[in-house]
């Protein structure tokens, strides 16, 4: 994983589905890219939004870490 490239916070940020066409997130220091997922349309997932490090909010989803298995790693949170 380390041949990844190595975003920041502000880089991430960018990618909300916003100002930039990719929606991107963050757990435990690795980027997935979650465009594709129906519920991250427009960068909002129920109340979570994307471009950001959702580390500390999995203790509230109804899911555990296995759902990022699905997506695409693009780069590592510096």
Known sequence: MS???????SQLALRNGQDKPQIWVA??????????????RNG??????????????LADAPHTETVFEKFVVVGRLE
């Open 44 to 57: 909002k997932h129920y109340e979570h939004w994307a471009g950001q490090d959702l580390t500390e909010e």
């Open 3 to 9: 041949e990844l490239p190595v975003y920041t916070k």
């Open 27 to 40: 757990f435990k220091g690795v980027i997935y890219d979650v465009t594709e997922s129906r519920l991250w």
